[in-house]
């Protein structure tokens, strides 16, 4: 019953969502925050689906702060934990990581699950797709990850998908842009 429950909140949240995104626009509260707490947000945000798999965090030591929007980015970071954890095995792990990849800090959520083809790949992003190959077994609204890119790209980053194919996991990512004139980690006392 609770999962039902969560599962009908986050469908109507997505619906919330993608219809203040698609007639408001989002309009992000952009400040400096660090990418490790993003990450441990977002996966407490989730511990409940999460509560039973094997799960890593990878957090790289001196990652810059990023000037974003760390609620958004937060919130984007959801579906792609759902999404792991949708369409992989119960038992099979899920890493969430950042990192610093090409003058950006890089949030990455991986799993050993079903996989993504060639074709899939660009078509995840797009509002209400469902890929074929799980229509009849996998819920969901096909919102999520519209939602996500949305986000990402009010923030000024970029989401990104990577897999090897059919049952060799899927990589999803948010590249958020180092920024110049960034403050110092240590701040003095």
């Keep these: 019953m609770q999962e039902e429950a969560t599962r009908l909140n986050n469908l109507i949240e997505n619906l919330l969502d993608s219809t203040r ?8 509260h952009v400040e ?18 999460l509560a039973h798999r ?10 810059p702060l ?14 792609f934990i759902e999404t792991a954890a949708k369409y992989s095995a119960p038992a099979s792990p899920i890493e969430v990581t950042a990192s610093l990849s090409n003058e ?25 797709y469902r890929g074929r190959r799980h229509r009849s077994t996998t819920t969901g609204s096909g ?35 180092i920024a110049s004139n960034r403050p110092a980690r240590d701040f003095p006392d």
Excluded: Y
Excluded at 37 to 44: F, G, S, Y
Excluded at 72 to 77: D, N, P, R, V, Y
């Design 104 to 128: 950006a800090v890089k949030l990455a959520v991986s799993d050993n699950g079903v996989g993504l083809t060639r074709e899939e790949r660009p078509l995840i992003w797009e509002r209400f």
């Design 54 to 63: 094997p799960l890593r965090i990878s957090i790289e030591s001196d990652l």
């Design 21 to 28: 995104i698609s007639s408001e626009g989002i309009r992000p």
């Design 143 to 177: 919102l999520g990850l519209w939602i996500t890119r949305s986000l990402v790209e009010a923030c000024g980053g970029q989401a990104n998908a990577q897999s090897a194919g059919i049952n060799r996991g899927t990589t999803m990512s948010i590249a958020l842009p």
């Design 66 to 79: 990023v000037h974003t929007d760390p609620t958004l980015i937060e919130k984007a970071l959801g579906p």
């Design 32 to 49: 400096w925050a660090d990418p490790g707490d993003i990450v441990n947000a977002a996966v407490a945000k989730k511990a409940g689906l």
